[in-house]
T-cell receptor, first 113, second 115 residues
Framework: DQQVKQNSPSLSVQEGRISILNCDYT??????FLWYKKYPAEGPTFLIS???IKDKNEDGRFTVFLNKSAKHLSLHIVPSQPGDSAVYFC???WGSGTYKYIFGTGTRLKVLA | NAGVTQTPKFQVLKTGQSMTLQCAQD?????MYWYRQDPGMGLRLIYY???????DKGEVPNGYNVSRLNKREFSLRLESAAPSQTSVYFC??????????????FGPGTRLTVL
C-alpha cells in the first residue's frame, strides 16, 4: 500500500507559467513533508519542506501548500523556468528518533521554452 | 567537502555474482541510508543505520546486507545478484535524525544492471 502517492507521472508547462505538482498521502501520523528535485544522473536534492502545523511555506519561486483534511500537498513553481525541468519527489516523515522517509513515485516536470 | 560519495557509478553483473556498493560522507552525519529507485516505484528504503554500529531493515531488505564500517562509511552488499536487483542505488545521510524536520543529503547514485 503506497502511503505517499504522486498520481501524475509527468507534467509539461510553458516557461513563465505556473507549475503545480501534487502529492497525496494516507498516513495521518505524518508530521513533516518534503519535496526533492532530481536531475538525470544525479541524486535527489532537497527543495522545500513544510511542517504539519503549517498550511503554507514559501521559498522564492517555490511554495508548498498542505491541506491536512484532504491529506494533500502541492508544490507551486512560479514562474517556471527551463532549469526546473526535473523529476520531483514528495516525501513524508513522522515522529522523533531515528526515522524514515516515505517517498512518492515522482513527477517528471518539463518546462518548455 | 564532497558531501555523500558513492562508488562505483556504474556496474554490470551476471546473475549470481556478488558485489559491494560503497558510500561515504564527510559531513559528520550520524545516520545513513540506502535506497533503490525503480521506474514507477519512487525511492524505496533498503537498509539504514541510525548510528555507527547499528543497522536496521527498511522496506525492501531481501537480497542485501549492509555494514556500517565507521561513522563515515556505509556499504551495501549483494551476495548473489538477481535481475530483479537491477536498479539505481542511492546512499543518503542525515545529521541527527532526531527530529522529523531534518533533511537527507543524497549521493549521485550507482546504476547497477544484473544480466
Amino acid at each position: 500500500d503506497q502511503q505517499v502517492k504522486q498520481n501524475s507521472p509527468s507534467l509539461s508547462v510553458q516557461e513563465g507559467r505556473i507549475s503545480i505538482l501534487n502529492c497525496d498521502y494516507t498516513n495521518s501520523m505524518f508530521d513533516y513533508f518534503l519535496w526533492y528535485k532530481k536531475y538525470p544522473a544525479e541524486g535527489p536534492t532537497f527543495l522545500i519542506s513544510i511542517s504539519s502545523i503549517k498550511d503554507k511555506n514559501e521559498d522564492g519561486r517555490f511554495t508548498v501548500f498542505l491541506n491536512k483534511s484532504a491529506k494533500h500537498l502541492s508544490l507551486h513553481i512560479v514562474p517556471s523556468q527551463p532549469g526546473d525541468s526535473a523529476v520531483y519527489f514528495c516525501a513524508a516523515s513522522w515522529g522523533s528518533g531515528t526515522y524514515k522517509y516515505i517517498f512518492g513515485t515522482g513527477t517528471r516536470l518539463k518546462v518548455l521554452a | 567537502n564532497a558531501g555523500v560519495t558513492q562508488t562505483p557509478k556504474f556496474q554490470v553483473l551476471k546473475t549470481g555474482q556478488s558485489m559491494t556498493l560503497q558510500c561515504a560522507q564527510d559531513m559528520n552525519h550520524n545516520s545513513m541510508y540506502w535506497y533503490r529507485q525503480d521506474p514507477g516505484m519512487g525511492l524505496r528504503l533498503i537498509y539504514y543505520s541510525a548510528s555507527e554500529g547499528t543497522t536496521d531493515k527498511g522496506e525492501v531488505p531481501n537480497g542485501y546486507n549492509v555494514s556500517r564500517l565507521n561513522k563515515r562509511e556505509f556499504s551495501l552488499r549483494l551476495e548473489s545478484a538477481a535481475p530483479s536487483q537491477t536498479s539505481v542505488y542511492f546512499c543518503a545521510s542525515i545529521g541527527q535524525a532526531i527530529l522529523s524536520t531534518d533533511t537527507q543529503y543524497f549521493g549521485p547514485g550507482t546504476r547497477l544492471t544484473v544480466l
